[in-house]
């Protein structure tokens, strides 16, 4: 059993940033591609970032490409996500996700298929 368990979210005000977390246990998640979604009231779960097991193979969204990094932390089992020049339609409810142990092909880490434990999620606001 894995358990994913995001924090950080908050309130922030239009330009501002923050720096999301996602923590591990029951696996060890630099051995498995993580990615980061979003979902909005009333819209689908979309893909936001990934990084690959190497720590230096990233792919963003490419409606938040240049304001996110996502990195991880390998000693402390955890991915994290840091957003900034943060809009209000970044407003949504923020999940990492483990992705299963084959992933074919790049393009399917915007997949929620690819994935297969999610956590909680963490809510991000922006205020106008």
């Known amino acids: 059993q894995v358990l994913l368990v995001e924090s950080g979210g908050g309130l922030v005000q239009t330009g501002g940033s923050l720096r999301l977390s996602c923590a591990a246990s029951?696996?060890?998640?630099?051995?498995?591609?993580t990615g980061w979604f979003r979902q909005a009231p009333g819209s689908e779960r979309e893909f936001v970032a990934a990084i690959l097991p190497n720590g230096r193979s990233t792919y963003y969204a490419d409606s938040m490409k240049g304001r996110l990094t996502i990195s991880r932390d390998y000693a402390r089992n955890t991915v994290s996500l840091q957003m900034n020049s943060l809009q209000p339609e970044d407003t949504a409810v923020y999940y990492c996700a483990k992705g299963k142990t084959t992933i074919p092909t790049m393009s399917s880490l915007r997949l929620l298929s690819s994935y297969d434990y999610w956590g909680q999620g963490t809510q991000v606001t922006v205020s106008s």
């Open positions: 029951g696996r060890t998640l630099g051995n498995y591609v």
